[in-house]
């Protein structure tokens, strides 16, 4: 089992700075977990601290079983004996030696016969599709082959936990795309488990099992892509996941019908209908409705109107801006279409469920169906 605790981890680099601020998480064997979030929020600590590169101010940290750090018992376990593997933003491959003696380094090091390391090597440069370049030296690789050999570096010794800090960050869009689909691959091939740090949320969304949003050094959601894609824990949350961004539209609201809320505000009325049930909320409430943009449909039967603020088509789908009085509403319309700018429109919302947040608190009320009034 290569499971990964961290219990109530806090990092200070000194009085006032806390990097990371009472984390807990459990990953579980097997999983690939990414952690997300915007620059600076403490994701490539969290990431230092499993490997043992960063010490912990206070908190746990177990591995397959074993705690491996505990500011309480005086327990700090070094990298070198977490049985975890390690690729780093620039990958830190050797400039002086050959992509086979790259790969074989650290196995060298570790006492292994020489037909078992040539066998492994041979093993991962086919895994890798990295057959014929053994005898070249990295300043002779693209940058998708450097990552590459880093990966295969980091499995010769066949670690059970694989962490990455931002491995594709110095690839073109078209590579990262390819290099997506290997690492996914390869976590099935592997069965390993994997943690990956990001701010890519596109990676985080197409890659993992689970997601570990965090913002500040502080934990906001975690779960697997769907669920922190449909139902958001906060506005965070929602805002940061999703590419074009979710649209958020302020309303005052009140309960009405019993268990329904009237959102209304000077461009449109709604009917919220929570999905589990009523939801108290006192009138004039100030609260946050998220509609995704594809589930924005523009159609002759819409009772909202509207006009076209601008249209951009990529061909396989169009992302439409709409003005209805002051707000701006982006929508995903799948298919060669395009608007002109200005054209009068009118939209509707898809059968779906939307997300209703507490505007003071940030925090999700309910997710609920919607209708137009």
Not at 216 to 236: D, H, K, R, T, V
Request: glycine fraction near 8%.
């Amino acid at each position: 089992m290569s499971d990964i605790i961290l219990k109530n981890i806090v990092k200070r680099f000194d009085k006032f700075t806390i990097a990371v601020n009472n984390l807990s998480l459990e990953i579980h064997d097997g999983d690939f977990v990414t952690l997300l979030g915007p620059s600076g929020c403490g994701k490539t600590t969290i990431l230092r601290m499993i490997a043992g590169l960063e010490q912990p101010t206070n908190g746990e940290i177990y591995i397959d079983g074993k705690i491996v750090f505990s500011s309480i018992k005086k327990i700090d376990v070094p990298p070198e004996k977490r049985n975890v593997g390690f690729i780093f933003q620039n990958y830190a491959l050797w400039p002086h030696m050959t992509v086979y003696k790259n790969i074989a380094f650290g196995l060298e090091n570790m006492k292994w016969k020489r037909s078992r390391v040539e066998e492994r090597v041979k093993e991962l440069l086919k895994m890798l599709h990295l057959e014929g370049f053994e005898d070249r030296y990295p300043s002779e690789l693209s940058g998708g082959q450097q990552q590459r050999v880093a990966i295969a570096r980091m499995l010769a010794a066949n670690p059970k936990i694989l962490l990455m800090d931002e491995p594709m960050s110095n690839l073109d869009r078209k590579l990262r795309m390819e290099m997506r689909m290997e690492l996914k691959n390869l976590h099935l091939q592997t069965h390993s488990t994997f943690v990956y740090v990001t701010h890519d949320q596109l990676e985080a969304m197409t890659m993992s099992t689970k997601i570990s949003l965090i913002k500040s050094g502080l934990l906001q959601q975690f779960g697997s892509p769907l669920e922190i894609y449909c139902e958001p824990a906060n506005i965070f949350v929602a805002d940061f996941v999703g590419s074009p961004s979710i649209n958020l539209i302020r309303f005052s609201g009140e309960n009405v019908n019993l268990d329904e809320i009237a959102l209304s505000s000077s461009e449109m009325r709604l009917i919220f209908t929570p999905i589990t049930g009523g939801v108290a909320i006192s009138k004039g409430a100030k609260l946050v409705l998220g509609i995704r943009p594809e589930n924005i449909s523009i159609s002759n039967d819409g009772l909202i109107k509207g006009k076209v603020y601008s249209s951009l088509p990529s061909g396989m789908e169009t992302v439409v801006c709409i003005i209805i009085g002051s707000v701006k509403l982006n929508c995903v319309l799948f298919g060669r279409i395009d608007y002109k700018a200005g054209k009068p429109v009118a939209i509707s919302f898809k059968d779906d469920d939307y997300p209703l947040f507490d505007e003071e608190t940030g925090e999700r009320i309910a997710l609920g169906k919607l209708e137009t009034v």
